[in-house]
């Protein structure tokens, strides 16, 4: 074999050697949730689109947050991106950011890519733990971050924003458990995190960045538990 040859060869054995690696645990994961990642589009009449997220369920229907939905005329209702493909979709029900921030819309499931037809996003049926990891996912990417508790904000707001990430995140993107790879919740919103100090004179908070609020999985449960297709 020519010197030329063995070098293709070898270039070769490479590629393959490479294209049959196994994904790592955490690649495998990410790139199993990013499927249910979606975009929720409107284009308000002369201007540009504006772009938001959301997590598809299965059976056609998609959740995001309320004022994602709610920041756009209801005139019409918005498209949906799955996978590169824009879809006309139904707002099924709208909630406010004031009350249960969520949004619940369809999209005619026979005319998803084949890949999503039968697919279905469980729902997790344990609460998030303090200190677990999650990741948050959009069509474009994935990132990870890690459930914090409501004495990390202020506590006039700590009854209500019960569900925290320690970051704060694109609202209607999902946040996942990566070990049962269930849905955990939809971010929200963002709120200021405080650290405690104790000094002579008492306690003193400091500001210490934002928090991500997610509205979790029991409550998007009981929003959508009522809709015939789910």
């Known amino acids: 074999m020519s010197r030329a040859a063995n070098l293709i060869f070898a270039m070769l054995l490479g590629f393959l050697s490479r294209s049959s690696a196994s994904p790592s645990p955490a690649q495998s994961t990410e790139e199993a949730l990013r499927i249910y990642a979606v975009n929720v589009v409107k284009t308000p009449p002369l201007e540009t689109p504006i772009v938001g997220y ?10 995001t947050a309320a004022h994602v939905v709610g920041h756009w005329p209801a005139l019409t ?8 493909q824009d879809f006309a979709t139904k707002i099924l029900k709208e909630g406010s950011f004031q009350k249960t921030d969520l949004a619940l819309l369809a999209v005619d499931v026979a005319k ?24 948050d996912v959009l069509p ?3 990132s990870r ?10 506590p006039e707001f700590r009854q209500r924003f019960t569900t925290l990430v320690d970051t704060p ?14 849905l955990l919740g939809i971010v929200s919103a963002k709120i200021m995190k405080f650290s ?4 002579v004179t008492g ?28």
């Open 54 to 63: 959301g997590v598809y369920l299965g059976q056609g229907l998609v959740i």
């Open 145 to 154: 971050a890690h459930v914090i508790s409501p004495l990390s904000i202020a």
């Open 196 to 199: 405690y100090q104790s000094t």
């Open 169 to 182: 995140l694109e609202s209607g993107s999902g946040l996942f458990d990566p070990e049962r790879r269930c």
């Open 203 to 230: 306690v003193r908070a400091q500001p210490n960045g934002f928090a991500g609020y997610f509205v979790p999985a029991n409550e998007i449960l009981q929003f959508i538990r009522q809709n015939p297709h789910f």
């Open 140 to 142: 474009q990417r994935v």
């Open 112 to 135: 998803l890519p084949a890949s999503l037809q039968l697919r279905r996003n469980p729902l997790c049926t344990a609460a998030p733990r303090v200190g677990m990891e999650i990741i």
């Open 77 to 84: 209702d918005p498209t949906v991106r799955i996978a590169g």
